[in-house]
DNA sequence: CGAACAGTACGATGGCTGTCTAACTTCCCG
DNA sequence: CGGGAAGTTAGACAGCCATCGTACTGTTCG
C-alpha cells in the first residue's frame, strides 16, 4: 500500500525521453521546486511552482515525469509524495540534472 | 555571402527549447557526430551518424538544432557546413552539453 | 454520516512535429 | 553549356501532446 506506481529502473533511464520530459517549461518548474523543496505533495507542488493549470493537467506532468524516471512517487493517504530521483539520474547520467538546475531561470 | 542563416543569440539560448531540440534520438545522434568530426557538411553528418532519412527529414533536423542556438552553420559554396556551438552552450549551460554527449548511448 | 479535500482517469480538442515526395536553387565540374 | 550534387522549401499527412472539464476514487475531519 506504501507505493504502486510505475517508473523505470535506473538501467532503462532513457535520455532522449528525460530531455523530452524536461524540455516543458511546467515541468522543468516543477523538477526545480521539487530540488528546493524536496519530498512534496503535488498540488504543494503547483503552488509553489507557481503554475496556473488545472489539477488534471499537473497530474499528467507529473505523471510524465514520473514515466521518464525523473521522478518517485509515494503514496501517503489521500496525497502523492513527490520526490526527485537524484541518485539515479546522477548514476545513469552524471552531471544532467546539475546543469539543469544550475542553468539560468528562464524568462516568464 | 559567408553566412546567412538565423540562430539565436547566446544569451537568448533557451533551456526548454535546447532540451527540445536534444530530446529527438536523431538530433542526438547529429549532436554525437558533430563533436566527433568536428564541423561537417550535412551529407556527411547524415551518413556518419548512421541516419537513414530523407535529405529534407535531415534539413529539419539541423534546422531545429541551429533554431534552438545548438549549432551554427556556414554556407560554403553548394554546402552547408555546422558546427556545435560548445562555447556558447557552455557558456549559458555550464555542463549540460557534457552531460549530454557523456551519457551512455542508447541501445537502438 | 457527510462534506470538503487530494488526485487520477477519461474523453475531447487544437496545435505541434517528424516524416515523406516533389519541385526548386545554387554550385561544382567536365 | 549542361548534368549532377547539396540542400532548402512547400505541401501533405499521421501521430503525439498540452490543455481542459467532468466524473470518479479514496481520505480526512467536523
Known sequence: ???????????ELSLPRVLAALSDPARLATVRTLAMLGESACGRIQHDAGLDVSKSTMSH?????????????????????????RDDLDARFPGLLDAVLGAPVEAR
Open 61 to 85: 506532468h507529473l505523471r510524465i515525469l514520473r514515466e521518464a524516471g525523473i521522478t518517485h512517487t509515494r503514496v501517503d493517504g489521500a496525497r502523492r509524495m513527490v520526490t526527485l530521483r
Open 1 to 11: 500500500m506504501t507505493d504502486e506506481v510505475v517508473q523505470p529502473e535506473r538501467a
